[in-house]
């Protein structure tokens, strides 16, 4: 199985603020990598699919970038509602793995 | 818009078999476009896919639970069921149900909000 290892695991950070969080997997996995938003009870949002394409209704200030083995997500501008843990999934083979997951909390 | 609600009870006791369904609204579990997926969460822990239909019955599970995980699909219910046996404490996880895109890169794409399950006597 392919192994997804995100950094860092918690930041804390201020409204307004520039956040990027890196996942990188064990072999490459070319662009097949997508993020996600988890809040508690809550349905799981997919922010990015395939590396950098932003998904449909999500805020522009979400960003991704990265092929092979190294990826990252960035929020350009935090805001109150992103507040929150992200997940990267990579789905270059089967079984689809996540990241262990950032929690982004307000400092 | 897609939506994704999982049902089931919250309580099961050890050895005994857990059975939760997904009911999917706003779009047909018949099309040929997606998978239909389980997803889990332990408690404080991270993401686990455990496996996937598509609408003809074709499955594909996480090889760690294959013994004991079925996934099935009522295309005239439009809803998609799990079955795990033989559970114990370590199956106790917020479980979720989802959407698989089949495009040249897939990605889960409609996200039910989950349901808690604990595995205790």
């Known amino acids: 199985d392919i192994q997804m290892t995100q950094s860092p695991s918690s930041l804390s950070a201020s409204v307004g603020d520039r956040v990027a969080i890196t996942c990188r997997a064990s072999q490459s996995i070319t662009n097949y990598l997508n993020w996600y938003q988890l809040k508690p009870g809550k349905a799981p949002k997919l922010l990015i699919y395939a590396a950098s394409s932003l998904q449909t209704g999500v805020p522009s200030r979400f960003s991704g970038s990265g092929s092979g083995t190294e990826f990252t997500l960035t929020i350009s501008s935090l805001q109150p509602e992103d507040f929150a843990t992200y997940y990267c999934q990579q789905s270059y083979s089967t079984p689809p793995t996540f990241g262990q997951g950032t929690k982004v909390e307000i400092k | 818009q897609v939506q994704l609600q999982e049902s089931g009870p919250g309580l099961v006791k050890p050895s005994q078999t857990l059975s939760l369904s997904c009911t999917v609204s706003?779009?047909?579990?018949?099309?040929?476009?997606?998978?239909w997926s389980w997803i889990r969460q332990h408690p404080g822990k991270g993401l686990e896919w455990l496996g996937y239909?598509?609408?003809?019955?074709?499955?594909y599970y996480f090889p760690s639970l294959k013994s004991r995980l079925t996934i099935s699909v009522d295309t005239s219910a439009n809803q998609f069921s799990l079955k795990l046996s033989s559970v114990t404490a370590a199956d106790t996880a917020v479980y979720y149900c989802?959407?698989?895109?089949?495009?040249?890169?897939?990605?889960?794409?409609?996200w039910g909000q989950g349901t808690l399950v604990t595995v205790s006597s």
């Open positions: 989802a959407r698989r895109v089949l495009t040249y890169t897939d990605y889960f794409d409609f």
């Open positions: 239909i598509y609408y003809s019955g074709k499955t």
């Open positions: 706003g779009g047909s579990i018949s099309s040929a476009d997606y998978y």
